[in-house]
């Protein structure tokens, strides 16, 4: 009997866990613990441990996702945070890349940053673009500096030196001399945190992460103590933003590299999913309690990135958030989620989110002290949710608060019935996650005709139909366990880490593919050692990109370059690359220019198992209904009846012809009129168009 394995995600409204056992698998949901977020997750592990019969020792590995360290950038809520600069670059930090992301708004918001201007201190050292020393390091100043960082009770030091991705001995220097001067103070290194090139980012990725640390560092302690008290004896491996494992350890180093650990998840089990229902082209959609996220998964990939912006002043807006540059797996994120709260705007607009009722107070009809509408009021209004059967009957709703809370919250400012007010909030969040879902296509360069959805999370079942006609998808797929669909994920996550360095080539005849090889050695011999610490004998799979331009261009292409050693001709190689990308971003290649490389990135995880492909299900059959239910038809916006069916009860080859409801402990699928579900091989619901 192999161990059983345990994921846990603790999301803005829900923490979710799954449990493997005995090739089984077991879910269960809990409210978030905001004040105390290790107290939700040790009191869902004992009750999915109690209801499963498993025991603390029986456990062979945890695997953990969490939104703490995003919500506390978010909320400022993180340490006391100081940064220590070059000389003269004190406020590159606030002037950012001195533009108006909003160019006609003349109250525009810029995101305050993270350190405050009396906590970033300039420090006398300068090195240049090439590494060479010109300005020695004062270590006389930085005792001065320290004294003054105990008066103002610091808790975290970032240290950002210009040009440390080329030579971070200063960087290095000033840690030394600062830890024996202030003991217990995190210290983050620009040059470890981000060794790439463009100071901004590279700085406010450092104050994210010097920010988070204490907070993360305790709160990862506190988890790992309780479950040790509880008998937990197995390593637990925190889920990174790009997908893969690591462990607790460089966890609480770099904790920025957590911030979108949840939804990668999510975007793991879309492309598992995808593999074995033999879709090339996907739309993944997670909709929980308090986001949705949308990332596109083509050829068995998904999307990567080095950049991301968290804490954005204006929805869909780059630029207007505080810039952060670590591995992450590509998404759109929007504030349309359960507890989404929907008000009135000036122009008498429906407008949801992104504000969010949380697990605290929460929707109206959890009766917790929330008194706003929100998309989880309307979808028990709307008849999607049944009160009976939500969280598997074990928490008790309110439809009387939520229509209260609509009708005082949309419905009497804009002159709409109950139900008229709760179907324009279920279509307001539905467009608006289709409009991200459009734009996010367009800036990459994708299309959406042709692509299957694959909806999990505890409210995507209840919209991914809707979503889908409004998209012009034909097929959408709700996975078994879809309403912990992250939590699922991370249970089938690789041990993985990502190397990168700024290292500027131009592709012409002064390339030296042996400086390039070198460096890649280098590289893959760093990941290799985190990752050797959660998996000392797996077989390891290499992906390696280039950031790459035309000479005098301002930004770069990520370019995808096969692993392996570059061959004497490799130049010509790497520009035909290149061009194919570009032209795939923007239709078209400009010939006559030169093509120079920034940054190198190499990612080393775990090789996947093949997956197995979906078993043929048997003839159709008519699905067995457990009863019926009044909804409101998203269209017309009448009442109908439809026939309700209970998952469990369903098995390969029932058929549902919509409008229906398949209920399920942790989520519910609407089926309506355009679909008809059908079980495939694997037990998963398949939606189709008609």
Request: include cysteine; aromatic fraction near 6%; proline fraction near 7%.
């Amino acid at each position: 009997m192999s161990p059983a394995r345990l994921a846990v995600d603790i999301g803005g409204t829900f923490t979710d866990f799954a449990l493997e056992r005995d090739g089984r698998r077991f879910s269960r949901k809990v409210l978030t613990t905001s004040s105390a977020p290790e107290e939700g997750v040790l009191a869902g592990i004992d009750l999915l441990l109690a209801d499963t019969g498993t025991a603390p020792g029986d456990l062979g590995l945890i695997i953990h996702g969490t939104t703490l360290a995003t919500n506390a950038i978010i909320e400022r809520k993180g340490a006391r945070t100081a940064l220590l600069v070059t000389r003269g670059f004190r406020d590159s930090i606030e002037m950012a890349y001195e533009n108006r992301f909003e160019q006609y708004d003349i109250f525009m918001d810029k995101p305050p940053p993270l350190v405050p201007r009396h906590l970033r201190l300039p420090v006398p050292e300068r090195i240049e673009a090439r590494g060479h020393v010109v300005e020695p390091l004062d270590e006389k100043a930085l005792v001065e500096i320290a004294q003054h960082l105990a008066e103002l009770q610091v808790a975290s030091v970032a240290l950002g030196f210009l040009h440390s991705y080329v030579n971070p001995a200063h960087e290095q220097r000033a840690r030394a001399v600062l830890e024996k001067l202030l003991p217990g103070v995190s210290i983050t290194l620009s040059s470890d945190v981000c060794p790439e090139m463009r100071e901004y980012e590279r700085w406010s990725t450092a104050c994210a992460n010097a920010y988070v640390q204490p907070l993360m560092d305790r709160y990862l302690k506190r988890l790992e103590d309780a479950l040790s008290e509880r008998g937990f004896r197995c390593p637990m491996f925190l889920i990174t933003s790009a997908g893969g494992l690591t462990t607790v350890g460089t966890a609480r180093r770099y904790p920025i590299r957590l911030v979108e650990s949840g939804p990668a998840g999510g975007a793991i089990l879309a492309t598992r999913i995808a593999g074995q229902c033999n879709h090339r082209h996907i739309l993944s959609f997670d909709m929980g309690g308090t986001t949705a996220k949308i990332c596109l998964i083509d050829d068995g990939k998904p999307q990567f990135s080095r950049t991301f912006e968290v804490a954005r002043q204006y929805r869909f807006l780059k630029g207007s958030g505080i810039p952060i540059r670590i591995p992450v797996i590509e998404m759109v994120e929007i504030g349309a989620g359960g507890g989404s709260i929907a008000a009135v705007d000036q122009l008498g607009r429906v407008q949801v989110g992104p504000e969010s009722a949380g697990s605290e107070p929460g929707p109206a009809c959890y009766g917790r002290g929330g008194m706003q509408p929100t998309v989880t009021d309307a979808d028990l209004m709307l008849g999607r949710i049944r009160p009976e059967h939500f969280a598997g009957g074990t928490m008790q709703l309110y439809p009387d608060a939520a229509r209260e809370a609509i009708v005082d919250g949309i419905g009497k400012p804009i002159g709409l019935g109950d139900t008229r007010a709760a179907l324009g909030i279920s279509e307001v969040v539905e467009e608006n996650m289709a409009n991200a879902a459009r734009v996010h296509a367009v800036e990459r360069g994708k299309e959406l005709g042709g692509r299957a959805m694959i909806a999990f999370g505890g409210a995507a079942p209840l919209h991914a139909a809707r979503l889908a006609e409004k998209l012009d998808i034909a097929t959408v797929i709700v996975p078994t366990g879809a309403g912990v669909g992250s939590a699922v994920g991370f249970l089938m996550a690789p041990v993985a880490y990502e190397v990168v360095r700024s290292r500027y080539v131009r592709l012409d005849d002064s390339f030296d593919h042996g400086a390039i090889n070198a460096l890649r050695r280098e590289m893959r011999a760093e990941a290799e050692a985190v990752v050797r610490r959660g998996a000392p004998e797996a077989p390891l799979a290499e992906s390696w990109t280039a950031d790459m331009r035309y000479r005098g261009q301002g930004h770069e292409v990520s370019v995808p370059i096969p692993s392996g050693e570059l061959r004497a001709g490799g130049r010509s190689e790497l520009v035909r690359l290149f061009e194919a990308q570009y032209a795939q971003q923007f239709g078209r290649t400009i010939p006559g220019l030169e093509v120079e490389a920034l940054s190198w990135a190499l990612r080393l995880a775990t090789d996947d198992p093949p997956v197995p492909p979906c078993p043929p299900a048997p003839a159709d059959r008519a699905a067995p209904s457990g009863g019926s239910a009044k909804i409101i038809d998203p269209v017309t916006g009448e009442v109908v009846e439809v026939l309700t069916y209970a998952r469990a009860d369903l098995a390969p080859g029932h058929v549902v012809p919509g409008p229906a409801l398949i209920i399920e402990d942790e989520t519910t699928t609407l089926v309506t009129s355009s679909f008809t579900a059908r079980i495939n091989g694997l037990g998963y619901i398949v939606l189709t168009r008609r």
